[in-house]
Structures are given as C-alpha cells and as structure tokens.
C-alpha cells in the first residue's frame, strides 16, 4: 500500500489530562516511548475550594476553584495499553489525587502514520503493577452554547461526586450557520466539559446534568456518552481546609482499589423517572467522528458531512507535536467532532474522504467512535 494512503485499523486512543506543571513529565516519556505524533489542548480543570464563613462565623462556604490543564490525546496498538497507560501513571504520579487522569477508548482510526512500535524489551520490564486501572467508566461530553454554562455543569458534576470535570473551549458550525437572522441569538462559541463516571449510572447522571443546566431547552447544546475502556479518574474533588486525616474522595478511591472497580457506588436503581417530559428522551445508537486537520482545513469537511446528513460539528483548535521528528510539522490544527446515527456514519466518511485535495494535504487522522447514548433538543 503506498504510504501516503490512509490505512484503516482498529487501535485504541489514550487521553492523558495533566496540570499544566506536569506537561515535561508526559511529553518526556512519550518521546523515550516512541510516540510520535501527539495532540495538546488546553483547558482548565474545577474544583471545589472549601473556605471558612469571613468574621468568624461557624462553618465553610465552598467556591469553584480552576486550575490550568493540558490534554494529551495519541493511539496506540491494543497490546500496548497497559504498559502505556502504567507507565504514564507512574511517570507522571498520577495515582495521586489532584495530579490528573488517564484512560484509554476503543477507536477505529484511519491514518498515514503508523502506531508507535514498542520494543519488547521495554514492555518485558518491570512495570509498577500497584496502579489500579479501572474499568467499566463512561466518558461524557458536553458542548454548551450558553456562557457560563460550562462551570454551572462543572459544579453540579463535582456535587454529585462524579470527577474533576475539565472545561475546554471551541466553536459550533453547521446548525447555526443554517439559521438566517436567527443564528445571532445562539453563539458560536461553545464551552466543552468531559467527566468520568461509571458506565451502570452514566445515563442517570446524563439527565441529572439535562435538568440542571437547562439542555432540555433549544440552543442550549447538547452532549454524547462514549465507553472507556480502562483508567485512573482525578477524584480530588475539594481542596482547601480539611478536617480529617484523609478526604471521602481518598476513601472512596482505595475502596475503587479494593473493589477493583465502580460498581459498588451505584447510585441508582434504574427507576427514576425524570421531571420533565419527551424533550430529554436520549438518542442511541450513535457514532462520534472526530478528524484533526490543518488549522482552517475542516469548514470543507464538515460541510460535505453535513450534505450526508451530519448535523453539524463543533471545532476545537489544539497544537500538533512530533516527538520523532522536532523538525517536522508541527504546525496548528483543529480537532472537528460530529455525532451521527449508525445508519449514517458511513455515508458521512464516505463523504469527508470525497474531499481528496483537502484529505491529502490537511488531515491528518480520523478517529470514530460508539456514542451508546447522545442527548440534544428535539422539538
């Protein structure tokens, strides 16, 4: 097969978000590793900072409190996932609380470059079995219209004790460009929250979030669950003043450890119903595309989706870094995300490699996704 052709193959892509603080660490060992290609965002992770009430007054108050992240998205081949997912953790000490998260999903990839190439000798090392990976997790993506809305969402996720949510930013086409006059009263600007909970209560926790933050009402975005495969979670969800030797998120985290797994804190039986009617049925059966291309590149792609049937995408800018190669390109990208029906999904990829101009020169992968469970307003 000629090498500038795109090869299709399933692999699995690891998400490491980290402190900004921490970013040497995870870029050293991917180099010595030999990833190559990596994709950075930025974003800001929240928590919950307890204060004490000003004058003396008895008892804390607790505000939002945000911190610089950056996210670091790659594949990998399936066999290498341990080892890379223990490796990342020991190397950037993520088994402790408040450092950052890793996890690793199941993606059919199309791509010119080959997976990074392990030597056996390194994966046949010793490898620091002490770190529980966890299994059994979902990952939810938000995308809001409204400003503000991202840390609104955020507080609710860190009340309900799911995870340090982490808030990026980015910009919606498709479905608003289609609105004549009317597109002014919906921004373009998004706010983009991910969390991790568990797979068993993620559909529960879905519709919390619909009810807090409004999405059951038009223009207020929409969001999509996508598996995980396994992972370390941030539960640090508090800091400041704390009264006990260790925190409920430290407890619950070595009771994960022994557990070896979530699935003790179900939460829900399965027979809530939700305040409100039709609008937050969720939608499943869904595909999440998501392709990184040359900064400026994807408004092409996106529209030749869009003619299949997408209905629309929101569009993230994020940097490209080659380890292997520091004299490559490492120029701008953005990374598009769109979600379709099954029955649609191929026709809508079909359609983006149509555009082979664009496709040669610009894109440089194409990752897709089950999104078992997708919510956005239906009239």
């Keep these: 097969m000629d090498d500038t052709e795109f090869h299709g193959r399933k692999a699995v892509g690891v998400t490491c978000i980290v402190h900004k603080s921490l970013r040497k660490q995870v870029m050293e060992f991917l180099e010595e590793t030999g990833v190559g290609k990596i994709y950075v965002e930025a974003g800001k992770s929240e ?20 911190s610089p992240a950056e996210i670091f998205r790659f594949s990998i081949s399936t066999g290498d996932t341990q080892y890379v ?17 890793i996890f690793s999903q199941k993606i059919y990839e199309y791509s010119k470059d080959s997976l990074p190439i ?11 079995t002490k770190y529980s990976l966890l299994p ?72 919390l979030l619909i009810e807090e933050v409004k999405l ?22 508090r800091i400041g003043r ?4 260790a925190s409920m998120e430290q407890i619950i985290s ?16 399965g027979t809530e119903n939700s305040s409100f009617g039709n609008p937050s049925h969720l939608l499943f059966n869904y595909k999440a595309i998501s392709f990184v291309c040359r900064e400026g590149k994807g408004d092409s792609l996106v529209n030749r989706a869009m003619e299949k049937g997408a209905p629309g995408a929101t569009i993230s800018r994020i940097s490209c870094l080659n ?41 440089d992968h194409l990752w897709i996704q089950d999104a078992p469970s997708v919510f956005s307003y239906i009239r």
């Design 47 to 66: 928590r919950l900072f307890i204060r004490s009430r000003p004058f003396g007054l008895p008892g804390t108050r607790q505000v939002l409190h945000d």
């Design 85 to 101: 997912l223990n490796s990342l953790i020991a190397a950037a000490e993520l088994d402790v609380q408040g450092r950052g998260m």
């Design 118 to 128: 392990i030597p056996a000798g390194e994966k046949s090392g010793e490898i620091d």
């Design 136 to 207: 059994g997790l979902s990952l939810i993506t938000c995308i809001l219209s409204r400003p503000g809305s991202g840390e609104e969402l955020s507080r609710t996720a860190l009340e309900l004790g799911t995870c340090v949510p982490i808030i990026t930013n980015g910009r919606g086409t498709g479905m608003r460009d289609n609105l004549g006059l009317l597109r002014i009263t919906i921004p373009s600007e998004k706010e983009i929250v991910q969390l991790i909970v568990p797979e068993y209560d993620a559909d529960n926790i879905i519709q």
């Design 216 to 237: 059951n009402l038009p223009g207020r975005g929409f969001l999509f669950r996508t598996p995980i495969g396994m992972g370390v979670v941030d539960t640090r969800l």
């Design 242 to 245: 704390q009264e006990h030797a």
């Design 254 to 269: 070595a009771i994960d450890e022994l557990k070896m797994g979530t699935h003790w804190r179900k939460r829900f039986s």
């Design 323 to 363: 380890l292997q190669d520091r004299e490559g390109d490492s120029a701008a990208r953005e990374r598009n995300v769109i979600c379709v029906p099954n029955n649609l999904a191929e026709k809508v990829i079909d359609a983006i490699f149509h555009e082979e101009e664009i496709i040669e020169q610009f894109l």
